[in-house]
């Protein structure tokens, strides 16, 4: 039997040296032109989500789109604005191999953000 891949993420508040806990994503899965909700969370006291957002058994090859609300999380831990610099947070990757893990962190400040694959 092959083995089941699957996606999971996390955000680290790299201002304040800690996981961003509260902070709510989305997924979605992108075809040309359209683009399928598959899933909403919210990230735990450990800046990650409490099982992974694609589970075992459900990824299939393709293009996927997590977007994270980070600007809410910063709304209580940064400077306010009427127009924050980081706000919303589209990260769009693609899994080419829907036997392996991917990890698709999320690294952000109010002023920065920046992602990798994972492990």
Do not use: W
Not at 13 to 20: F, K, L, V
């Amino acid at each position: 039997m092959a083995e089941q891949g699957f996606v999971t993420t996390h955000i680290l508040d790299t201002a304040r040296g800690c996981p961003a806990k509260g902070v709510e994503i989305n997924l979605f899965r992108l075809d040309g032109d359209k683009r399928e909700f598959l899933a909403s969370t919210k990230t735990n006291e450990d800046g990650r989500t409490d099982s992974p957002i694609i589970p075992k058994g459900q990824l299939a090859c393709g293009v996927y789109e997590l977007v994270f609300n980070i600007g809410d999380y910063f709304k209580g831990h940064a400077p306010q604005s009427d127009y924050p610099f980081i706000d919303v947070v589209p990260i769009r990757f693609g899994i080419d191999d829907e036997t392996s893990h991917y990890h698709v962190p999320l690294l952000a400040s109010p002023f920065s953000f920046s992602t990798y694959r994972g492990s």
